[in-house]
């Protein structure tokens, strides 16, 4: 097996256009990116609040794009880290990181709240990613009680039923300034250097990463390249 799964991150009226962009990217690729939402993106950006938005994304998983939830408002206000959370988190988001300090009953809570709001807009979702992938194990046994088919971390993705692990190495960026965004990159190319043979390997698109030239560039390169030596696949078809 040598395939790949694409996504595209933060899915939310808040960011509509860059994400429709993003979209067009693949599209012209020939590529179904599975779609993260955010049901309420820094709880200011509810996804029912634009008629729109609903109908561009039943349109989309009508052309096949997986939905995927992608935490409830994203963000970790009103969770506290721990200082051990800290060391867990550290250099790897910007307070972005919603299920870090979560344990079982308050992940399974907004789990249960954003796949209902999910379904009551017609859309069925296939798993659950934590935003910047930071979540407890708790998180995942939540995802699996809640009967989603696939959760995440950005080392592997969990096959809920029959339960089953995927090593899966993330290829992203970071578009949030310009040391950030020439190093995603330059780690973009170690990736496809170093880890071309891994058996499953993910395309991470963020609304941020058109935010710096570097990276606008590099994921439209990357998605080339990584296309050119493997298939898209779906979540949905990993046993
Ligand atoms: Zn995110």
Not at 137 to 162: F, K
Not at 189 to 210: K, M, S, T, Y
């Amino acid at each position: 097996m040598s395939e790949l799964l694409i996504t595209i991150h933060d899915v939310t009226p808040a960011l509509a256009p860059r994400v429709e962009t993003i979209w067009r990217l693949c599209e012209s690729r020939g590529v179904v990116p599975g779609l993260l939402v955010v049901p309420d993106w820094h709880g200011v950006a509810a996804i029912e609040s634009e008629a729109g938005f609903g109908s561009w994304l039943r349109a989309r998983a009508a052309e096949g794009a997986e939905i995927l939830l992608h935490g409830e408002r994203h963000d970790e206000v009103g969770s506290p880290r721990t200082r051990r959370d800290e060391l867990r988190a550290f250099g790897k988001t910007n307070m972005e990181g919603e299920f870090l300090t979560l344990d079982y009953a308050a992940a399974r809570e907004r789990i249960d709240r954003g796949v209902a709001r999910l379904r009551a807009m017609g859309l069925d979702p296939v798993g659950f990613v934590p935003p910047a992938w930071l979540a407890k194990p708790a998180t995942h046994a939540a995802v699996r009680d809640a009967g989603l088919h696939v959760s995440e971390d950005d080392g592997a993705v969990y096959v809920h039923a029959p339960e089953r692990t995927w090593r899966s190495p993330v290829v992203r960026w970071s578009g949030r300034g310009a040391v950030r965004a020439y190093g995603s990159v330059a780690f973009e190319r170690l990736r496809w250097w170093f880890q071309r043979g891994e058996p499953v390997v993910r395309i991470a698109l963020h609304p941020g990463d058109l935010a710096h030239p570097a990276t606008a560039a590099s994921i439209e390169r990357g998605l080339d390249a990584w296309l050119s030596v493997r298939k898209q696949t779906f979540y949905r078809a990993l046993k």
